[in-house]
Antibody
Framework: QLQLQESGPGLVKPSETLSLTCTVS??????????WGWIRQPPGKGLEWIGS???????YYNPSLKSRVTISVDTSKNQFSLKLSSVTAADTAVYYC????????????WGQGTLVTVSS | SSELTQDPAVSVALGQTVRITCQGD??????ASWYQQKPGQAPVLVIY???NRPSGIPDRFSGSSSGNTASLTITGAQAEDEADYYC????????????FGTGTKVTVL
């Protein structure tokens, strides 16, 4: 059974960079069938897709966040990572990593999510 | 702002049928996927493609699409179906970016 687990600091200061890692187990991140993505959800609000990456390193990002987002992949560790720069309180959210079935236009496996709070 | 619009809330009597809709221009070109989210939990995929259910999803969940509107139907709603439901698909720009709907809170009475 595929599992995804987010890890990283739960508190980030304003103007700094948020960094999270997703570890994939029960399957290979190098599968040709999938992208791997990040989605966030501010407290009490809806879901927002951040971006996705292919094992080769090819990425696509939400245009509204593109200038601040970097997603990278480490196939040797079966991990992918998110960096979001110049954070503000508006970036406070639960961040989910997930498997993106690009060809089917769907996201089929999700991590449990991790709350990141932006505060001084 | 979301390019996929959902009704904020609907209610359904136990055992009855409820339909949740999702509207957006991109739905003329792409199918919607539907996710169930219970409080404090990650979303769970319930419908994708034309009308596909992942393993373990009860067959009381079904999907359909017409024009710019996608629908999720719960036939014979159970108490455990009370949750937030989100649709998602590509955006309408022609790029492969995902967008999510605004979400619908389903209350089972």
């Amino acid at each position: 059974q595929l599992q995804l687990q987010e890890s990283g600091p739960g508190l980030v200061k304003p103007s700094e960079t948020l960094s999270l890692t997703c570890t994939v187990s029960g399957g290979s991140i190098s599968s040709s069938s999938y992208y791997w993505g990040w989605i966030r959800q501010p407290p009490g609000k809806g879901l927002e897709w951040i971006g996705s990456i292919y094992y080769s390193g090819s990425t696509y990002y939400n245009p509204s966040l593109k200038s601040r987002v970097t997603i990278s992949v480490d196939t040797s560790k079966n991990q992918f990572s998110l960096k979001l720069s110049s954070v503000t309180a508006a970036d406070t959210a639960v961040y989910y990593c997930a498997r993106d079935v690009f060809a089917s236009v769907t996201i089929d496996y999700w991590g449990q999510g991790t709350l990141v709070t932006v505060s001084s | 702002s979301s390019e996929l619009t959902q009704d904020p809330a609907v209610s359904v009597a136990l055992g009855q049928t409820v339909r949740i809709t999702c509207q957006g221009d991109s739905l003329r070109s792409y199918y919607a996927s539907w996710y169930q989210q219970k409080p404090g939990q990650a979303p769970v995929l319930v419908i994708y493609g034309k009308n596909n259910r992942p393993s373990g999803i009860p067959d009381r969940f079904s999907g359909s699409s017409s024009g710019n509107t996608a629908s999720l139907t719960i036939t014979g709603a159970q108490a455990e179906d009370e949750a937030d439901y989100y649709c998602n698909s590509r955006d309408s720009s022609g790029n492969p970016h995902y967008v999510f709907g605004t979400g619908t809170k389903v209350t089972v009475l």
